[in-house]
Structures are given as C-alpha cells and as structure tokens.
C-alpha cells in the first residue's frame, strides 16, 4: 500500500475509534455526575445500509443505562440522513427487529424524529412515515430546540468494527 493510503486508512480508523470513545465518554460523565441533566438528545446521520441494525441496538443500551440512573429522564432521537427513509411506510420494514425497537423505545417515551426537509427530497411527508415517527421541519432546527432546553446532545455512530 502507497504511503498516502496507509495514512488515509490510518486516518479514517483513528477518527472511527475515537468517534466512538467520545459517545461513551459523553455517556459515563451524564453517568458520574450527581444532577440529572435536562434530558438527552441523540442525533444520527449516517448513509450505510442496514444503518438501524446497530443503531437501535446501541440506542436501546444507552437508554438503558441512563435511565438507571436517572429513570424519568427525557430522550429524544433525530435522523437526518438516509437511514431515516427506512421508517417510511413504504419501506415495508416494520416487521424488521431493529424498526420494532425503535416502536417500543418510542412506547417507553423516547421521541423519535425524522428531519422533514431532508424526506421532501423524496416526496415524502408526515403521513408517510411509520405511526411512531414525528416529521419535525428541519432536523438541524428541532436539535437546535432540545439543546436550547439544556439536552445533552450525543451523536450515534457506528461502533468499532461496524460498517
């Protein structure tokens, strides 16, 4: 391999893994600390196939962990990439487990939004989406809205190894 590859990949390797030490950093400091924060937000913009099939998995730990500790915490989830087209009725993937957990994330309280603007794209509006999906205007916006309420805003990203 080139010398100009080796450190591309390197590159691309070091920034995945601490792409992800920072979500789990982020996760253990809401963790350790003693007051309760606000609520948490989590945003997801990812252009994989199968993009929930980790997604909601890890959504459903973290969600886990920090309601153990704070167990009327408010959460919320914003997709605005491609992922989010798998949560329209058309995609037919309801039956699919990784959209049944985000159905029941959705019944235990976590809000769960799909940017509005990016959907337009392809024609696609609230009605168009699965019961459990709020269609927010601009997923930039309503992001922006949970963090001017004091929500700790932690972006989802595929864990080691995971394409």
């Not at 792409?19 to 948490?40: I, K, S, T, Y």
């Not at 997604?55 to 969600?63: I, T, W």
């Not at 989406?129 to 989802?156: C, E, M, N, P, W």
Request: charged fraction near 25%; proline fraction near 4%; charge should be negative.
């Amino acid at each position: 391999m080139k010398p100009a590859r080796l450190a591309i990949c390197l590159l691309l390797v070091f920034s995945s893994l601490q792409a992800g030490d920072q979500v789990e950093n982020g996760l253990q400091r809401l963790l350790a600390g003693e007051q309760e924060p606000e609520g948490v937000v989590f945003e997801i913009i990812a252009w994989q196939d199968n993009t929930w099939d980790w997604a909601a998995p890890m959504l459903r730990a973290y969600v886990e962990r920090l309601r153990a500790k704070h167990p009327g915490l408010e959460v919320a989830l914003i997709s605005h990439g491609a992922e989010l087209f798998d949560l329209a009725r058309s995609a037919d993937l309801q039956d699919k487990p990784a959209i049944r957990e985000l159905a029941r994330l959705s019944a235990e309280g976590v809000e769960i939004h799909v940017c509005g603007e990016y959907a337009s794209w392809k024609r696609l509006g609230p009605t168009d989406f699965l019961d459990f999906v709020d269609v927010a205007a601009s997923g930039s916006a309503q992001l922006a809205d949970y963090v001017r309420l004091g929500y700790t805003h932690i972006k989802l990203e595929p864990a080691h190894g995971i394409d």
